[in-house]
């Protein structure tokens, strides 16, 4: 049974800490019940909600496709990661991320970015193989992937969640001791690798629980959201594409906080925090089809936009030629926003001369923008209206979807300038 547990505050390096943290006293540390395999019962309203979320994802899926997938993940992982940085203190935008992803350089917030990014993304292709059950040592290693400049391993000390000082004693939240935390993370390893009954249900309870046991120092909310994608493709709930759930949490957090307050109630409120979550998935689903929508229309009007420009300049024929390496650039802008000559020549296995020809091209048409650095040397070639969609995608999904022109979100990138239509 879930319980909570009086532990005594004494802490013995006060270096630092004002008058309130020092002081000793005594706290309660919530310790959540063993989750087992098997899906708990839920009412009937906490079930369609899920059925109907369930569904809503998997026509999401569908709709993306494997080639939408291919190049949406990329875009979605990176929506995310810049709302956890938003989130964190750290404003980076879509665009210099992409750049730093590319050029390998930039501010050590997008660098960081990048890494957390890369990490997750192959974190979650290892542990949704069927073939492995997921182990303590799995969660350990993921965490670590995603935050490794952390000591590697569980934690072995208290913590705590929230709270206006350095205290356990007047934290918002306080997760199980130390001495729980190994047996708790292997009952939540067996849990995730289960795959029976509603995915969705399995994704909310493992969030739930994983943020509930706050296993790690530090790094424990990304690592949770790692866990959800996890789960829906391990349970092949989304082939194509991961959606990120946790982003609408992430613009509505006091629903969020209140949903996991829900799911450490006694007795707890286990329907509460299903709806919650079911209702997340659907939006973060719908704004991902948009994306995908707008990403195509998008990839239609600078085709035609090419075009236009050729036949201004009585370059013949207008239309280029299906090989032509324009073409190509246009064909993955999505997946690849930020271009270099070099990188153009080997991706398409041309010429520097025909890469830089062909670059000029697409941004003499408006198509491409070019960044310089400080010194005022071209670095890169940008796909900045694809990056704008990326941008209000990404503020439309923490504000719970929806017009961000006239319902903004409290952190996250500034509306693009361009003036792409938000949504």
Request: hydrophobic share 45%.
């Given at each position: 049974?879930?319980?909570?547990?009086?532990l005594l505050w004494n802490p013995s390096d006060v270096g630092g800490l004002g008058r309130r943290d020092r002081a000793?006293?005594?706290?309660?540390?919530?310790?959540?019940?063993?989750?087992g395999v098997a899906l708990p019962p839920l009412g009937e309203?906490?079930?369609?909600?899920?059925?109907?979320?369930?569904?809503?994802?998997?026509?999401?899926?569908?709709?993306?496709?494997?080639?939408?997938?291919?190049?949406?993940?990329?875009?979605?992982?990176?929506?995310?990661?810049?709302?956890s940085s938003w989130i964190e203190g750290n404003r980076i935008t879509p665009k210099k991320l992409a750049i730093a992803e590319v050029l390998d350089h930039g501010s050590?917030?997008?660098?960081?970015?990048?890494?957390?990014?890369?990490?997750?993304?192959?974190?979650?292709?290892?542990?949704?193989?069927?073939a492995r059950a997921i182990t303590v040592d799995d969660i350990e290693a993921l965490q670590h992937a995603i935050e490794p400049r952390l000591r590697f391993g569980l934690r072995e000390e208290q913590n705590w969640v929230g709270g206006p000082g350095w205290s356990p004693l007047r934290a918002e939240f306080v997760p199980p001791p130390q001495t729980e935390v190994r047996r708790?993370?292997?009952?939540?390893?067996g849990f995730v690798t289960a795959t029976e009954g509603n995915p969705l249900v399995r994704a909310a309870i493992a969030h739930a629980q994983f943020e509930t046991?706050?296993?790690?120092?530090?790094?424990?909310?990304?690592?949770?959201?790692?866990?959800?994608?996890?789960?829906?493709?391990?349970?092949?709930?989304?082939?194509?594409?991961?959606?990120?759930?946790?982003?609408?949490?992430?613009?509505?957090?006091?629903?969020?906080?209140a949903g996991l307050g829900a799911f450490r109630a006694e007795p707890p409120r286990l329907d509460d925090w299903v709806i919650g979550f079911a209702r997340a998935a659907e939006l973060a689903a719908g704004n991902a089809v948009l994306l995908s929508e707008r990403l195509a229309d998008l990839d239609r009007a600078v085709s035609e936009r090419l075009v236009a420009f050729r036949d201004d300049a009585g370059r013949t024929p207008a239309t280029p030629r299906r090989d032509a390496v324009v073409l190509r650039i246009l064909g993955a802008l999505a997946a690849e926003p930020v271009l270099t000559v070099e990188h153009v020549a080997e991706r398409h296995g041309v010429s520097a001369a025909a890469a830089h020809r062909a670059l000029v091209e697409l941004a003499d048409a408006g198509i491409l923008g070019r960044t310089k650095d400080q010194r005022g040397r071209l670095i890169c070639w940008t796909a900045d209206r694809h990056?704008?969609?990326?941008?209000?995608?990404?503020?439309?999904?923490?504000?719970?979807?929806?017009?961000?022109?006239?319902?903004?979100?409290?952190?996250?990138?500034?509306?693009?300038?361009?003036?792409v239509d938000a949504g």
């Open positions: 049974m879930a319980h909570h547990v009086e000793p006293g005594r706290y309660l540390a919530y310790v959540p019940d063993e989750l309203e906490a079930r369609q909600a899920a059925e109907d979320a369930l569904t809503v994802l998997a026509r999401a899926d569908e709709r993306i496709g494997a080639e939408g997938g291919r190049y949406l993940n990329h875009l979605l992982v990176r929506s995310e990661s810049i709302s050590r917030v997008a660098l960081d970015v990048v890494g957390n990014v890369r990490a997750t993304e192959e974190a979650i292709d290892a542990l949704a193989d069927l708790l993370v292997a009952d939540l390893a046991i706050h296993p790690f120092i530090d790094g424990n909310g990304r690592t949770g959201r790692a866990l959800i994608h996890t789960v829906l493709r391990r349970t092949d709930a989304l082939r194509n594409t991961l959606i990120p759930i946790s982003t609408v949490f992430a613009g509505d957090t006091d629903a969020y906080i990056l704008e969609l990326v941008a209000l995608t990404e503020r439309s999904n923490r504000i719970g979807a929806g017009d961000t022109a006239t319902r903004r979100p409290r952190l996250g990138p500034p509306v693009p300038a361009r003036g």
